[in-house]
């Protein structure tokens, strides 16, 4: 299949290149295959002056950088500058006769390019070339460790190719090694948690993290804009609390999206057999309008089972906050279930940062709180990569008003770029630590301070000044007619005073 490779152009599909370039690498190969794959987040041209110069989407190298214009040419340059993207070469090699596949390697078969193409092609396809086994020479790493995540690997003999990637062919997100990450990874939250864990006295640590988890388990609901009883609250907040004590497992998942609903007889719970999307429906007609599909139902054990085998290869092996950004992330983009995803998506980045040993006992990290701060940006970051996928499913509704997808659609969902969550787990961790944690110690400290105030100069019980606190907090640092004619009817003015003043001296001057 000979294709045609674009000389200079002003734009790639709808976007429009800073300056006219040669498309090079995946977006190169997209555009001279038509795969339907989403492009890389940064993608590569070759300019037409000497210079190296990168924008928000596009990376231009200079002339001497041109690829070959060939398959080989630019497959060769995608993995030299741009690392691996599974979903491309899966897109690519479904495409592409084998026999040129077979062509490129036995052209240099002991070429390191030559071999990680080799491999790659038999571990995505799952069907052996017409090449036999090598016989010699050094092992290449299938990713390269210093462009993306990887962890140690074992030998593919028959490549002489070390697969390092964190997943299998079930699924394998990647996550590029970008300054952002970098800069995170040297930061060393962990030893920044530990120092403020040692910082507390006990019981002040143990009633902020009481408070966190309740304010966390409420937040995973308002996210999903439900206002539960405090039952539930109270409940989801003791599962958050076990997070990371039983192994990640389908019968697992099933058993927490049973905790989340509830005794809701309205919901089936355990995995889809049916299709399922985000969005909302036509007012009139009742028709999707949709922001993500769901991975179709027949693919959900393998996209579940492969989910449960990164988590177990990743375990104790790359940072737990890349780990807790795949699984989660993967997870909500998967969709297994009908209702609940979301919760335990949250869920989720609480277990992989206990089983990783990151978080200490009793601290937790108001994950669901954070986000719900930082709402706009979580929903920019999970629409990202729905809104890139959206264009390759094609789907139908359903008599039921829901969607059923019509092609394969697997892939998309097994093999993604999980950079952009990782950035944003991290953000949130960062939050946590230096705005979150402090803020609540600091509220306690505040409040002892004020009860000892208050209870010094009058009479009045644990139970009351609490009441009193949330009194003052919510009328802005006045005592409500409620809570003067009811509650506190029997306060002298002075007193009443006396206690707003105390509030205003401690919390608000």
């Given at each position: 299949?000979?294709?045609?490779?674009?000389?200079?152009?002003?734009?790639?599909?709808?976007?429009?290149?800073?300056?006219?370039?040669?498309?090079?690498?995946?977006?190169?190969?997209?555009?001279?295959?038509?795969?339907?794959?989403?492009?890389?987040?940064?993608?590569?041209?070759?300019?037409?002056?000497?210079?190296?110069?990168?924008?928000?989407?596009?990376?231009?190298?200079?002339?001497?950088?041109?690829?070959?214009?060939?398959?080989?040419?630019?497959?060769?340059?995608?993995?030299?500058?741009?690392?691996?993207?599974?979903?491309?070469?899966?897109?690519?090699?479904?495409?592409?006769?084998?026999?040129?596949?077979?062509?490129?390697?036995?052209?240099?078969?002991?070429?390191?390019?030559?071999?990680?193409?080799?491999?790659?092609?038999?571990?995505?396809?799952?069907?052996?070339?017409?090449?036999?086994?090598?016989?010699?020479?050094?092992?290449?790493?299938?990713?390269?460790?210093?462009?993306?995540?990887?962890?140690?690997?074992?030998?593919?003999?028959?490549?002489?190719?070390?697969?390092?990637?964190?997943?299998?062919?079930?699924?394998?997100?990647?996550?590029?090694?970008?300054?952002?990450?970098?800069?995170?990874?040297?930061?060393?939250?962990?030893?920044?948690?530990?120092?403020?864990?040692?910082?507390?006295?006990?019981?002040?640590?143990?009633?902020?993290?009481?408070?966190?988890?309740?304010?966390?388990?409420?937040?995973?609901?308002?996210?999903?804009?439900?206002?539960?009883?405090?039952?539930?609250?109270?409940?989801w907040k003791n599962v958050i609390k076990e997070a990371g004590k039983n192994n990640l497992s389908k019968e697992e998942l099933i058993r927490l999206q049973k905790i989340v609903l509830g005794n809701n007889r309205f919901i089936k719970t355990g995995f889809r057999k049916e299709g399922g999307f985000i969005g909302e429906h036509d007012i009139e007609t009742r028709m999707p309008l949709v922001e993500h599909?769901?991975?179709?139902?027949?693919?959900?054990?393998?996209?579940?089972?492969?989910?449960?085998?990164?988590?177990?290869?990743?375990?104790?092996?790359?940072?737990?906050?890349?780990?807790?950004?795949?699984?989660?992330?993967?997870?909500?983009?998967?969709?297994?279930?009908?209702?609940?995803?979301?919760?335990?998506?949250?869920?989720?980045?609480?277990?992989?940062?206990?089983?990783?040993?990151?978080?200490?006992?009793?601290?937790?990290?108001?994950?669901?709180?954070?986000?719900?701060?930082?709402?706009?940006?979580?929903?920019?970051?999970?629409?990202?990569?729905?809104?890139?996928?959206?264009?390759?499913?094609?789907?139908?509704?359903?008599?039921?008003?829901?969607?059923?997808?019509?092609?394969?659609?697997?892939?998309?969902?097994?093999?993604?770029?999980?950079?952009?969550?990782?950035?944003?787990?991290?953000?949130?961790?960062?939050?946590?630590?230096?705005?979150?944690?402090?803020?609540?110690?600091?509220?306690?400290?505040?409040?002892?301070?004020?009860?000892?105030?208050?209870?010094?100069?009058?009479?009045?019980?644990?139970?009351?000044?609490?009441?009193?606190?949330?009194?003052?907090?919510?009328?802005?640092?006045?005592?409500?007619?409620?809570?003067?004619?009811?509650?506190?009817?029997?306060?002298?003015?002075?007193?009443?005073?006396?206690?707003?003043?105390?509030?205003?001296?401690?919390?608000?001057?």
């Amino acid at each position: 299949m000979t294709k045609k490779f674009s000389e200079y152009v002003n734009s790639f599909q709808e976007l429009s290149l800073p300056e006219k370039g040669i498309l090079a690498g995946y977006v190169a190969l997209i555009n001279a295959f038509n795969l339907k794959a989403p492009s890389p987040q940064i993608k590569m041209a070759i300019g037409t002056k000497h210079k190296i110069f990168k924008t928000n989407d596009w990376h231009f190298l200079t002339p001497r950088h041109k690829p070959e214009a060939s398959l080989k040419g630019h497959l060769e340059f995608a993995l030299k500058y741009e690392g691996v993207n599974l979903c491309i070469m899966k897109k690519l090699f479904e495409t592409v006769d084998k026999k040129e596949i077979e062509s490129i390697i036995k052209e240099s078969p002991f070429g390191s390019y030559s071999r990680r193409i080799w491999f790659f092609y038999e571990w995505l396809m799952q069907i052996p070339l017409n090449i036999p086994d090598l016989k010699r020479g050094n092992y290449v790493y299938a990713i390269d460790p210093s462009q993306q995540v990887a962890i140690e690997g074992v030998n593919s003999t028959r490549h002489k190719v070390k697969n390092n990637l964190i997943g299998t062919v079930e699924f394998c997100p990647l996550i590029y090694r970008s300054k952002n990450i970098e800069s995170y990874l040297n930061s060393d939250f962990k030893e920044s948690v530990l120092q403020f864990y040692l910082s507390l006295p006990q019981d002040l640590l143990n009633r902020a993290t009481a408070s966190l988890l309740l304010k966390d388990s409420r937040a995973s609901f308002f996210i999903e804009k439900e206002e539960p009883s405090f039952y539930r609250i109270d409940n989801w907040k003791n599962v958050i609390k076990e997070a990371g004590k039983n192994n990640l497992s389908k019968e697992e998942l099933i058993r927490l999206q049973k905790i989340v609903l509830g005794n809701n007889r309205f919901i089936k719970t355990g995995f889809r057999k049916e299709g399922g999307f985000i969005g909302e429906h036509d007012i009139e007609t009742r028709m999707p309008l949709v922001e993500h599909i769901s991975a179709k139902s027949e693919d959900l054990e393998t996209l579940i089972s492969g989910l449960i085998k990164y988590n177990e290869r990743g375990k104790h092996q790359i940072d737990p906050i890349l780990l807790a950004a795949v699984i989660s992330f993967g997870f909500v983009n998967i969709h297994p279930f009908s209702d609940g995803n979301g919760r335990i998506h949250r869920y989720l980045i609480h277990h992989v940062l206990t089983e990783n040993n990151f978080t200490f006992p009793g601290l937790i990290f108001p994950i669901s709180s954070t986000m719900l701060n930082h709402i706009s940006r979580y929903h920019d970051v999970l629409k990202s990569y729905s809104a890139s996928i959206l264009p390759f499913i094609e789907w139908e509704p359903t008599e039921d008003y829901s969607v059923k997808v019509l092609n394969e659609t697997v892939d998309y969902y097994r093999y993604f770029d999980a950079t952009p969550y990782a950035i944003f787990l991290f953000e949130c961790i960062k939050y946590s630590i230096e705005e979150e944690l402090p803020k609540e110690t600091q509220l306690l400290v505040k409040f002892d301070k004020f009860k000892t105030k208050v209870q010094s100069q009058i009479e009045i019980p644990d139970k009351k000044i609490t009441l009193l606190f949330s009194f003052l907090s919510s009328n802005g640092g006045k005592i409500s007619k409620r809570g003067t004619h009811k509650e506190f009817n029997k306060l002298t003015k002075e007193e009443i005073s006396f206690i707003e003043n105390s509030y205003k001296d401690t919390f608000i001057i």
